[in-house]
DNA sequence: TTTACTGCAAACTGTTTGCAGTAAA
DNA sequence: TTTACTGCAAACAGTTTGCAGTAAA
């Protein structure tokens, strides 16, 4: 049985091809980030006849059962990772729309400083960076 | 004339008014955070018959013209403030759905060194803290 | 009086859902 | 053989756009 299949189970949830399929793309590095559009398009460039609805299913499916992480970098469509034990921040590199993971122990503490300092307590955050390589001609802020 | 005339003339949008109610909403204070749907309910209760279509095409204008500022808090809908010469960062209370406005030089200072150590310079960020109150019975995360 | 602006309704994009059929357990 | 899962198409929410009329300059 493979580690998909195991995963899967334990969640409690069916083993079926999408869902197999769609769980492998992600534990494949190259495609760490990425949306349910593109999901959709690489299983019909793989030849597997999953629907987009289905897509949607599972990658909800998944983000409740803890398997991965929902992101919404810009406000038009939602991006997908693997779940990870480590905490981290994105970098979004706004000219090849690249995403580069970081984590900075400096910001995190100061966070829950801040969040306590006006009686609060961090229930979830998000940190983005829009970035451009160094030496690039520089554009105003999109 | 009034503020928001000359502020208007001064981006070269005609003075009508849909925008100039629309400005003088951003500038009242206790409106700081607010998304179209909810611009355009405030026109309803005051009597003004603006459309909904008008309310984003005006939102989209002021960005444009750098009146106002674009927030993603969440993937579903657009929030607008008052641009402001000081930036800051953002705070959703997830209880009350209160926003609250922060800034940290320790967060802005290495934000701009892990850019560099990545050999990027920031472009743009995005900083949110969703918290709830202290002491209030955990949720896990939304 | 010209040209930008507006309201309306229709279009669009990303996402969700109802349903009847299909497959995992 | 039961029940979860799937594909399809239709529905949905937020936002944008074409158009004929209206108002600012």
């Known amino acids: 049985m493979t580690i998909q299949n195991q ?3 334990k ?3 069916k083993v079926t091809l999408p869902r197999v399929k769609i769980l492998q793309m992600f534990e494949n590095d190259d495609v760490a ?3 349910a559009e593109e999901v959709y398009k690489q299983l019909q460039e793989a030849g597997e ?3 987009l609805a289905t897509v949607y299913r599972v990658l909800t499916q998944f983000e409740a059962a803890g398997l991965i992480t929902k992101h919404n970098f810009d406000g038009n ?3 997908y990772e693997l779940a990870s034990d480590d905490h981290h ?3 979004v590199d706004v000219q090849s729309g690249e995403v580069i993971e970081f984590v900075d ?3 995190e503490s100061r966070q829950h400083e801040i969040a306590k300092e006006h009686g609060y307590e961090i229930v979830d955050h998000s940190l983005v960076l829009y970035v451009q390589p160094l030496n690039a001609k520089k554009e105003p802020k999109v």
């Open 7 to 9: 995963e899967l189970k």
């Open 11 to 13: 969640v409690g949830l």
């Open 33 to 35: 980030h990425i949306s």
């Open 49 to 51: 006849d999953v629907g």
């Open 77 to 79: 469509h939602a991006i």
């Open 89 to 91: 921040d994105h970098m």
């Open 105 to 107: 122990p400096v910001i």
